[in-house]
């Protein structure tokens, strides 16, 4: 579960808003490794975005379910970068419309125990085009 701030990098739009995540991610890598090394990952997760309106104290929630797989590469013991593929079915009132994208980032686990890590993450992702999507979290992850 995570916390963090989104913002889409293009000249005409003003996009910045807090968002939550909850995921499950599954890869190959065991906590002994500490070399590089090159693994797939699969993440099942929901967004929910937190969107505000200018001069205004109403705001909105929308939730963004999603699925992305890829490649991941341990650079050390706790540095990894991925690129990935995946889907959302982005949410409007009652409207539901399939939106894919793909995406790179980066991540950095700092051990809390044996069991809990917390996870510093950042990327950007795109859905074919412009704008460009970077995000910016941090969050606990159960190993």
Known sequence: M???YVDLLSNYDEFRY?????SYRS???DRSSYNVKV???FELGINTLIITYKHSDDYNVYFLPYAKFGPEIRLYRNLFIAGCAGLALATYDL???PAPFLGLNGFYLF???NK???ELESGIHTTFGWPLLFYITIGISVI
């Not at 807090?18 to 909850?22: A, D, R, T, V, Y």
């Open 27 to 29: 890869s190959g890598f």
């Open 2 to 4: 995570s916390l963090g």
């Open 39 to 41: 693994d797939l990952a």
């Open 111 to 113: 051990e809390l125990n």
């Open 18 to 22: 807090p968002f939550i995540n909850l």
């Open 95 to 97: 409207n539901f419309a």
């Open 116 to 118: 809990l890590s917390l």
